[in-house]
């Protein structure tokens, strides 16, 4: 394939060419590169910004430690700036990666003896496939709020009794309504550990909730999208 | 081609603590190379401008030191450097008159560009090393206390926040480098550090953390104290408290609230609660009663409701700030929060302010009246017609009259009354013999 980049440009430690783009739903999909060049803690994320262009973006990690590919879940924001661009990108375009950032990150000491509730509105179910993917024999239940079904991003890969779709726009979910009504009817170990991922609304949201079910801030870890 | 004559060099630094650091390390420089340092009125035969662009009005105060020091200084050398010399780089660079712009990260060898200039060498300010921690120890300086910088960058990435892309992502300075710093700068006479960078809490050199290194700096020998700058409520852990146990440690910490209502802090990126924070206050107040908090609080934030600004006003009344800085916010080009909905009008933004400023003067009088009576060690800055004024441990500005006393030594007062009942406010006291 012929190269994008211009001739005079130099190939960075944090340049990655895309590898793949699969398309999830009408407009979520994810960009597969080359495996990290970095070591990352699952749940983390990393800048994203297209080489050429003057502006990055924030993604959590969509796969796992030990893959072969660092992959990242996007969905394309109406008249937004960046995710119309990265929709346009074709195989073999460059991106220019940093990081990772943040302390959403699963200690692996947790991860084996740990039991999670993972909750998540829309595309914040990337880090989790992170952690999942790189700890398969975690003890963890996601709840996963969406508008339509359609958008439970790669449900396939999750075991069926341990992911919980919440669909408030068509009743094709576990449950018909959004992920807060849900997680209001659930009743949970006073051992778990509770990872937040999403819009900040539904964060504020189940916090309260989880406060009023009487489970500490310090078991409650949270990473906001937007 | 370089004269015997000596050249003279002016400074005006904007911004933070970091720049004022960034700045006396400058000066240092020039001094050790011989330059004079001179008035910024004095026309200088260089001036460097330390810049910042956190909010909109520190452009506008950037921008404006910069016309006047290219109206004043017409043939001098002026370099722009600092956050706005990072944010709108190549739109300097047009400028004429404007001789070189330096980013941070080739701050610390604006002496090396500056003399390659006068010998008549061609060097270009991209072709200077980049290190945002090859700064030499303080010794001649601008100001009393020295700044050590411990940490540069931050990748909080908090959405309204533009630091990550001008000061670049969380870097540590080496322990090693850290502790000679420290050692070299009180050799050079100074009696009060102030531990410093973008997010200190973040500070991590392989296992060594923010509070380990702190431990190490307070049990170096010498006659010194130590302040820390600002600090993000979630950048230690439950043991930082013990460390001001330690009588180096001053019981100050100006502990970054930005809002009292925790649906702004999740739109913010904050990943703290206020009860997370009260929590903080509450531990620190239960071992050290009078401990001395300020904070930084952003009014106007988008979407900010009526209700989510009387929670901050109600927080700031309960953790009692004795000061607070209060940006009105305003937008970052880049950021998330650029783009988040409902941003608030400048009246409704200058409305806020006030309220928190006029509580912050009250918060600061009653606190600094809560001190009365008690012994302070004031470091002196300045004497002027017999009277000393300076800081006490508790960072609280302290004035007393005083004979034969000399700038940079601590002198013991016992405080006596307040003076003032503006933001200026004061405490007055009598020296202790």
Redesign the interface.
Known sequence: MMSLMKPDMQMDESFYKIEDIRQLTGNAFSIKLPKARFAFKAGQHISLGIVGGN?SR?YSIYSGENDPNLEVLIKEVQNG?FTPQLRRLKVGRVLEI??P???FGMEPELAAHGKFVFIASGTGIAPFRSIIRTYPTIDYTIIHGVRYSEEAYDRDQYDSKRYKLCTSRENKGDYYGRLTGYLKSCTFAPETHFDLCGN??M??DA?EILKDKGFD?DQIH?E?Y? | MITNEKKTVAFKTLGCRLNQYETDALVTDFSNAGYELVDYNASPDVVIVNTCTVTNQSDTKSRSVISQTVRKAKNAVVVVTGCMANNFKEKLERQDNITFVVENSRKSSILTLVDSHFSGEIVHPDQLPQDVFRYEPVRKSLHTRSAIKIQDGC?N?C?FCIIPMVRG?ATSRPVADVLESVRKTVENGFKELVITGVNIGRYEDGAVKFENLLTMILELPGDFRVRISSLEP?GFGDDFVKLFAHPKLMPHLHLCLQSGS??TL??M?R?Y?V??FRKTVKQFRAIYSDFNFTTDIIVGFPGETEEEFQQTLDAVNEFNFSHIHTFKYSVRK?T?AE??ENHLSEKVKNERSLLVRNLSVENKMNYFKSLIGQKQDVLIEKITQGTASGYGQHYAPIRFKITNGQRNTIQTVRLTELIGDDENCYLAGELVL
Request: charge should be positive.
């Open positions: 502006q924030e700036y940093h990081g950032f943040g302390k900040s609304d964060i504020f916090l801030r949270c906001v937007f | 990748d990435f959405t992502l979630d925790d649906k999740l739109r990126r990943m609660d009860a997370q880049g998330r783009r988040l």
